[in-house]
């Protein structure tokens, strides 16, 4: 839908194909953490409902029984806030809203084969995870997210925290208008998330409070859903009348929340490139699309490496390792040149420079 909406506003006409009904992904239960960066994005589809999301102003990065730590804030970096939480079925509502707007065509229940796309000038495999068979690297971190709300007693001052265990990393990101509502991601070994996402509200908020520490003390927690992690991706994102964005694309583990903000950077950047005015009339052409894959590829390997390279080198509590990474996230606290290198990337990904 997204994707459809940036072709719109370039002038270009899509069609969606939907292999679920309309609106199944209102119900998605996710909870996503959009970038300041991907805020503009969604600002230029008109999509944007500051209303329905909290701001992250603060990101606290640290490792749980370790030395170091290092604080992201939104005011060092001259931004609004440094990203937003939204609950990712009401961003389908509103998107799914304005396609209905643009009278952007949308054929529900049709699952699309690789020769029905004969028809088109271009098509853009925009849903869905990367398939085992299309994908160029696999990697099983052997984990699970649980997913759920919790409520602090202390109010969340739009602070995110990052903890880092050697059972996975632990995040809270500021959620809804109460002011002390968390959504949380548990990561956890994949043989025990069945068993602790269904175990009774108490003894998980003593498992959770157990995993992030004493900064906040937690006082109740809500339902919770379990979603298997690990890395896909494709080496090339474009074919024969055909590209791959999102998900579609790169499957990544939800550490420092880039998935999204990802895709939402390919379809900045896809739509840009087929309305550009020196490009040929046909978006199916073979080399505006090889020049689209080139100006992707700093962006999403770069993401790729960052994500897979904190997931396992924070599940690894060898000593020297753990200290080696407690002096490294003090040296970023330490070196604002740094620290806002790294910000900067989390923002807006390779359009920072």
């Known amino acids: 839908m997204a994707l459809a909406l940036a072709l719109h506003k370039q002038g270009i006409t899509s069609e969606i194909f939907?292999?679920?009904?309309?609106?199944?992904?209102?119900?998605?239960?996710?909870?996503?953490?959009?970038?300041?960066?991907s805020r503009q994005i969604l600002e230029q589809l008109g999509v944007w409902h500051?209303?329905?999301?909290?701001?992250?102003?603060?990101?606290?990065?640290?490792?749980?029984?370790?030395?170091?730590?290092?604080r992201l804030t939104a005011r060092d970096e001259g931004v609004p806030a440094l990203g937003y939480v939204?609950?990712?079925?009401?961003?389908?509502?509103?998107?799914?809203?304005a396609v209905a707007q643009a009278?952007?065509?949308?054929?529900?229940?049709?699952?699309?084969?690789?020769?029905?796309?004969?028809?088109?000038?271009?098509?853009?495999?925009?849903?869905?995870?990367?398939?085992?068979?299309?994908?160029?690297?696999?990697?099983?971190?052997g984990q699970h997210a649980i997913l759920c709300t919790a409520t602090t007693h202390q109010p969340h001052h739009h602070?995110?925290?990052?903890?880092?265990?050697?059972?996975?990393?632990?995040?809270?990101?500021?959620?809804?208008?109460?002011?002390?509502?968390?959504?949380?991601?548990?990561?956890?070994?994949?043989t025990a998330a069945t068993q602790l996402a269904a175990e009774g509200d108490a003894d998980f908020l003593a498992r959770l409070q157990s995993r992030f520490g004493a900064r906040l003390s937690f006082t109740a927690v809500g339902p919770r859903f379990c979603y298997a992690l690990g890395l896909r991706y494709r080496e090339e994102i474009v074919a024969a009348r055909q590209v791959w964005i999102g998900n579609a694309a790169q499957t990544l583990h939800p550490v420092a929340g880039q998935g999204f903000n990802l895709?939402?950077?390919?379809?900045?950047?896809?739509?840009?490139?087929?309305?550009?005015?020196?490009?040929?009339?046909?978006?199916?052409?073979?080399?505006?699309?090889?020049?689209?894959?080139?100006s992707r590829r700093l962006d999403r390997q770069a993401t790729i490496r960052f994500t897979d390279g904190l997931a396992r080198l924070f599940a690894n509590d060898f000593p020297p390792l753990a200290h080696a990474r407690g002096a490294a996230l003090l040296a970023l606290d330490l070196l604002p040149p740094l620290r806002h290198f790294v910000a900067r990337r989390m923002m807006f990904g390779a359009r920072a420079w």
């Open 18 to 37: 939907d292999a679920r009904a309309r609106g199944a992904a209102i119900n998605d239960k996710r909870i996503l953490a959009i970038s300041y960066g």
């Open 50 to 70: 500051g209303s329905a999301a909290t701001a992250i102003d603060t990101i606290h990065i640290s490792q749980r029984g370790r030395l170091g730590r290092t």
């Open 86 to 97: 939204v609950n990712a079925g009401a961003l389908a509502a509103v998107l799914d809203a």
């Open 103 to 141: 009278d952007i065509s949308y054929h529900e229940l049709q699952k699309v084969g690789a020769g029905e796309t004969a028809h088109y000038a271009l098509t853009a495999w925009a849903e869905g995870a990367v398939s085992v068979a299309d994908a160029t690297t696999i990697r099983d971190y």
């Open 159 to 190: 602070t995110a925290w990052e903890r880092f265990t050697p059972d996975g990393p632990l995040a809270l990101l500021p959620h809804g208008n109460t002011g002390n509502q968390h959504a949380v991601v548990f990561t956890c070994a994949s």
């Open 263 to 294: 895709a939402l950077r390919d379809i900045h950047d896809l739509a840009h490139t087929l309305a550009d005015p020196g490009n040929a009339d046909d978006p199916g052409d073979a080399a505006l699309l090889a020049r689209y894959a080139a």
